[in-house]
């Protein structure tokens, strides 16, 4: 069966909010297949089908995955959603209609795609990712520094905050932390294992310790997870870092794509469009100068 290339779309991000009930709908990234969907073929009846269930669920669920193969058992498409484990089923429900609209604009026909809104997370596809652990550094996004530069106190605060989120005080998918005036939270898909779920939030702490060292706020989006910090009031975020701007499940591929030289990591592209930063150099590649992907 075809594997799925996802090329990750990022959009430009004003600000974070000092809430947990910030925008939920608000958009982080986006991923699209290449490969698309033949009209009226079995595998888009088992999509559609698929994507109605997973909007069906969300009404009465933080958390759902579902296998659609009843148009035909050879062509199956997968899928789940989360929701951050705060938001009331309403707000869930919201979420993930709103994770469907965005990618009917952003992937449309596509054979496999996934959204990360603030909120919630949605994917589907034809390769079977449900209950596969995955700590790819998808998106990483920090705020400012703390005002007067470094500042021993704050930084006390944020490591012991998002220690509270890997030492066992909050188990389970969704957990927060605090200290003084920092606070975090992360959140894990719901077919993660306790072990897996550890795993990960434990990776994508160590990412924004690495990643945003006197940052009053950041984010940090893996495969399977997200954890964040942030500091009281609302700041205006500075700096961003892309680590996996490729996710590659076995396909290599050789079209022309632009990518941005300063975001790059060896056989990693960013989809060219509108959703590019301004500060970032950008380049197109033609056919005979691509990067190899890994097949």
Known sequence: MTNLLLIFLFARVASLSASASDGYTDFVYAGCSQPKCTPGSPYQFNVESLLA?????????????????????SFPAYGLFQCRGDLPFSDCHSCVRSALSQLSSLCPSAAGAAVQLRGCFLRYGNDSFLGKPDTSVLYKKCGPP????YNSGMLGMRDAALADLTSGSS??????????????????????????????VAAAVSELRAACGFAVAGDAYLGKCFARYWSNGIYTSKTDHGKRLLMITGVA????????LDFILSNFFLFSGDVLYDRWRCSCLNRDSFINSPS
């Open 53 to 73: 269930s997973l909007a069906n669920a969300a009404a009465y669920s933080s958390y759902a995955n579902f296998t659609s193969n009843a148009a035909a058992s």
């Open 146 to 149: 703390a005002g007067g530069g």
């Open 171 to 200: 188990p389970g998918s969704y957990r927060i932390g605090a200290a003084g005036y920092v606070q975090a939270m992360a959140q894990c898909v719901g077919d993660q294992s306790a072990k897996h779920c550890e795993d990960c």
């Open 253 to 260: 591929g050789a079209h022309p794509l632009c990518f941005c």
